[in-house]
């Protein structure tokens, strides 16, 4: 009885307070991360207000088109896949693969957002990059060393390059797969003076892990600029002869940058704080339609390097 008579009393104590706010219409939602790896993929969804009684976002009737160099070139067809870890995911793709320096637009519209939306980018050039040193000295902690890691870039002067980089270890299988550990870098160096963006953007970053963004602020027109990154490494776990190191420099463009920045500055602000405005570069509706190049650079083998 008395514990009927609590929940009662809680439940008499209730409050309804009206919104005040102004409501907010859906808008549509476009964003790709375009790169000379592969076709176009793009996402095309809708915002969904707090209020909402539908909170499904995602678009099926789209017509998602795609430009290269102001020339149509094909319309991206809908795919819908079903997985056992990241359940079922919607998006539109194409067949054609950019080359760098091209410059894509991607455009949509459906029934719900007749209006065209669109976004524009250029395909950044790769890195330019050189060897990567691989260092190693005693911790204190057993099982553990200190590893340094230096990546060679060279940046071109008088122009303003944005730069993302990841590291991991990878050994080789004998099937055509190789198994990644990504590794938790430090990255103390002058460069990446804009700290760590952890978690951003899973799609591009690929899994849990340290990664640097920042523009070339502090290094612009450098040759052969010694990135230096440092971890502590498990030894215990990882020590295998057929180990390899790699560092992935991407090179992206200023509409990705933004959108990360934007994104990680969201991330951090404090409750009470201005809200900060996320990046969008889509005409007609919100989302970011952006580019990268990347390369890969790998140490010789744990054995080449330290036995």
């Known amino acids: 009885m008395v514990l009927a008579a609590v929940v009662l009393s809680a439940a008499g104590c209730e409050t309804v307070v ?3 706010g ?7 939602v476009l964003n790709a991360v375009i790169s000379p790896d592969g076709p176009v993929r ?7 207000f707090i209020l909402d009684d539908d909170s499904e976002t995602i678009i099926k009737d789209g017509t998602v088109e795609l430009y290269i160099n102001d020339e149509f070139v094909e319309v991206l067809q809908p795919v819908e896949e079903t997985s056992e870890w990241q359940g079922t995911s919607f998006y539109y793709l194409g067949t054609v693969t950019p080359r760098v320096a091209d410059k ?10 007749p209006e065209w939306v669109s976004g524009t980018t250029t395909i950044p050039y790769a890195p330019t990059v050189g060897d990567l040193k691989i260092e190693t000295s005693e911790a204190m902690e057993e099982g553990y ?8 870039l060279t940046d071109p002067e008088a122009v303003t390059n944005y730069y993302f980089v990841r590291g991991c270890i990878v050994i080789p299988n004998d099937n055509p797969y190789a198994y990644y550990q990504r590794l938790y870098f430090e990255y103390t160096d002058l460069a990446f ?16 892990g340290d990664n640097a963004l920042f523009a070339d602020t502090m290094i612009d027109g450098q040759q052969n600029y010694p990135l230096t990154m440092e971890c502590e490494y498990a030894t215990t776990y990882w020590n295998v002869p057929e180990a390899l190191f790699e560092v992935t420099c991407f090179q992206t463009d200023e509409h990705l940058y933004k959108y990360l920045c934007s994104e990680k500055l969201a991330g951090n602000a404090a409750m009470f704080g201005e809200p900060v405005q996320i990046y969008t570069n889509v005409e007609g509706g919100i989302g970011v339609v952006c580019a990268r190049s990347s390369l890969v650079v790998r140490s010789k083998s744990y054995s080449e390097l330290f036995e």
């Open 18 to 20: 009206e919104f005040r």
């Open 145 to 152: 060393t200190d590893l340094t890691a230096r990546l060679e």
């Open 193 to 208: 003076r804009e700290g760590k963006a952890d978690g951003l953007l899973e799609e591009l970053l690929g899994g849990s």
């Open 22 to 28: 102004d409501y907010v219409e859906s808008m549509p």
């Open 42 to 48: 793009a996402t095309y969804t809708r915002s969904v």
């Open 104 to 113: 894509v637009t991607i455009r949509a519209r459906s029934a719900q957002f």
